[in-house]
């Protein structure tokens, strides 16, 4: 069942880095997942079972789903959520020439294949805020999907936030970078943490915290770069579950890479034949 975040007790975590990052939350804080895939794109589980188990087995307050270039289930979950104690943000992770970029409220589809500036320009166009995310992933990353981008993109592009903690195993090293990174740019940039759920149980195991729990006080803490993140705890049954599942989302990238290259082509070609040069 869905617990008051107020009710939960946090533990800190010693460490250097950890200081900033691992503070135990305030009670008036709350949780967020800003970054979750379903069948839409290349996750697992569909949109109904992703809000159940939110709901039955995290104490998320709020969630964001993020699917590869589609903004499909995240339309579906924010009808369905009014039955759930959470609230559902629109997004989407967008495929930029320069990595991917996820966008949040953004009900209408960014279109995939422009550069990170055009990006953030078309999501704040529509009112939503623009995360990077997984900053610094490791190139052979790049093959499974995880496309990243470089620190020029970061240092000239307006991002509202940067995900310093991806949950996705191995990214360790990128999610240090990237926390790194971030102590040069902290004013520039609000710090965030999304699982990239592709199966139900890792949902969670990265959060962005915020002050206040709607949809709202994530958004003004955002903007005032005031979040906090949570970081995974090392979890082998849920990395051995990851590695299991991996094949199946990788085909689903695939699959799905091959639809927007026969889009892209289709649609070429009617420009073509629609404007003659
Ligand atoms: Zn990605
Ligand atoms: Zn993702």
Same mark, same amino acid.
């Given at each position: ?6 009710? *939960? ?24 997942? @800003? ?15 992703? *809000? ?21 289930? +995240? &339309? ?13 943000? @629109? %997004? ?6 320069? /990595?991917?970029? @996820? ?29 990077? +995310?997984?900053?610094? +992933? ?10 990243? /981008? ?20 191995? *990214?360790?090293? +990128?999610?240090? =970078? ?12 609000? !710090?965030? %943490? /999304?699982?990239?759920?592709? !199966?139900?149980?890792? @949902? /969670? ?6 002050? %206040? ?6 958004? =003004?803490?955002?903007?005032? =770069? ?9 979890? *082998? ?7 299991? &599942?991996? $094949?199946? !989302? ?25 404007? $003659?040069?």
């Amino acid at each position: 069942m869905y617990r008051s975040p107020a009710t *939960l007790t946090e533990k800190g975590v010693s460490g250097t880095l950890a200081v900033r990052y691992h503070q135990p939350m305030p009670h008036d804080w709350s949780k967020a997942d @800003i970054h979750i895939h379903t069948t839409a794109s290349d996750g697992l589980a569909n949109v109904q079972d992703v *809000l159940d188990w939110v709901a039955e087995r995290t104490d998320l307050a709020v969630i964001a789903i993020t699917d590869h270039n589609t903004v499909e289930a +995240a &339309h579906e979950a924010a009808r369905l959520a009014k039955d759930y104690p959470f609230e559902v943000i @629109i %997004g989407q992770e967008v495929d930029t020439s320069e /990595g991917h970029v @996820i966008g949040l409220w953004t009900p209408r589809l960014v279109p995939p294949g422009m550069s990170a500036h055009e990006t953030v320009e078309a999501i704040h166009e529509q009112g939503g805020l623009a995360i990077v +995310a997984h900053p610094f +992933a490791p190139r052979w990353w790049a093959k499974h999907g995880l496309c990243r /981008g470089d620190r020029r993109t970061y240092d000239t592009v307006d991002f509202d936030g940067f995900e310093v903690s991806n949950a996705t195993p191995l *990214l360790l090293h +990128a999610n240090l =970078r990237a926390r790194m990174y971030m102590t040069r740019h902290r004013h520039r940039f609000a !710090i965030t %943490g /999304g699982s990239d759920a592709h !199966i139900l149980p890792a @949902i /969670g195991a990265s959060m962005t915290l915020f002050q %206040g729990s709607t949809v709202e006080d994530l958004r =003004r803490a955002i903007e005032t =770069r005031t979040t906090r993140v949570r970081s995974p705890a090392f979890w *082998l049954t849920r990395n051995a579950r990851y590695a299991r &599942h991996l $094949p199946s !989302i990788i085909e689903r990238e695939r699959a799905a890479e091959e639809d927007l290259r026969r889009a892209r082509a289709a649609s070429a070609s009617t420009c073509e034949s629609t404007h $003659p040069q």
